[in-house]
């Protein structure tokens, strides 16, 4: 018996040895693409730590510098930085892991992100690629109508008047409020998205940011930040479906609401069209062959919230 134990050992440590260090770094086909740090290969140490203090991008960045397009971050992660990557991987036909399950709203409500399932996440994408595509932003005249109030009557003057008053600004914070601001007012609408850049609302943009940031990095209070945004996004979409309702004849091919000449009518009235939001409410019960209507609301909130996370990150770091 005591000959067997040390065998025992000395099997286990040898199966372990195998499995952890010598298939990934050696035998595995991951094997063959450069590691970004030696032990890179067979332990994920290296990347959590850059994670943890929150130099990431940079380490990244560096390492596809040393060794080109793909680099392996740990046994079972690969980093891709090159255009014929990006597209093979998009829309090549890769599929979707369950890491994805972490961008759903709602107590688990799909919305593109987080569907994995091919059929359905396709069926998603065509309700939603031509009002995204660059030829339909051209010719919305509402779009345009929403970029003129954003930049010239929300974002210029901000900029403008720290200029004249030699006062610094802080670029991200105002750049993330930029994006959200974008796209809940293509999505819900001018009168119904946020209004987070204007001099003035800048403890709502603090609130909203702190918010989106908790929920994203999966902070302290990051449960009760997501329910908050949830709770603001599907109220937004509450007012957007009361004025679809009540504008029931008005356009709905991205072609702007006109102003009363007398500026006497309800702020409503001078809203643009929300162009994402109806195109969701009007075909997912048809396309996705939802009879819930509030079902299909909660459908609409989620695909239009997880856009405008994504807007609020990626055109505030780009904006920056």
Request: charged fraction near 25%; charge should be neutral.
């Amino acid at each position: 018996m005591t000959f067997y134990l040390p065998l025992f050992v000395a099997l286990v440590f040898i199966y372990l040895f195998f499995s952890y260090v010598i298939y990934p770094a050696i035998i595995s086909p991951l094997s063959k693409i450069p590691p970004g740090h030696p032990t890179a290969s067979f332990l994920p140490i290296w990347i959590w730590w850059k994670r943890w203090k929150g130099y990431q991008s940079r380490s990244i960045f560096a390492a596809h510098q040393r060794h080109g397009p793909v680099v392996r971050l740990a046994p079972n992660e690969v980093s891709v930085a090159s255009l014929d990557g990006l597209r093979k991987i998009y829309i090549g036909g890769f599929e979707r892991t369950e890491w994805f399950l972490q961008f759903r709203n709602y107590d688990g409500t799909p919305n593109l992100v987080t569907m994995l399932n091919a059929k359905d996440h396709a069926t998603r994408r065509r309700i939603v690629s031509h009002i995204y595509s660059k030829s339909y932003l051209l010719g919305s005249s509402d779009f345009q109508k929403l970029s003129h109030i954003l930049l010239f009557e929300r974002l210029l003057p901000v900029l403008d008047n720290a200029a004249r008053a030699g006062e610094s600004i802080d670029m991200y914070s105002l750049g993330c409020a930029a994006g959200a601001e974008f796209m809940t007012a293509y999505g819900l609408g001018t009168t119904f998205g946020l209004d987070l850049m204007r001099r003035g609302r800048e403890d709502e943009r603090r609130i909203y940011l702190e918010n989106g940031k908790r929920k994203l990095m999966n902070l302290k209070g990051g449960e009760r930040a997501a329910k908050e945004l949830e709770e603001q996004l599907l109220q937004m979409c509450r007012e957007a479906e009361r004025y679809l309702k009540s504008n029931s004849s008005a356009p709905k091919d991205g072609k702007s609401v006109e102003d009363e000449k007398d500026g006497s009518e309800d702020p409503e009235s001078t809203s643009t069209y929300p162009i994402v939001y109806a195109e969701l409410i009007n075909s997912i019960p048809t396309k996705e062959h939802v009879a819930n209507p509030q079902e299909t609301l909660l459908l609409a909130a989620s695909e239009l919230l997880d856009n405008i996370e994504a807007a609020r990150v990626g055109i505030g770091i780009a904006l920056t």
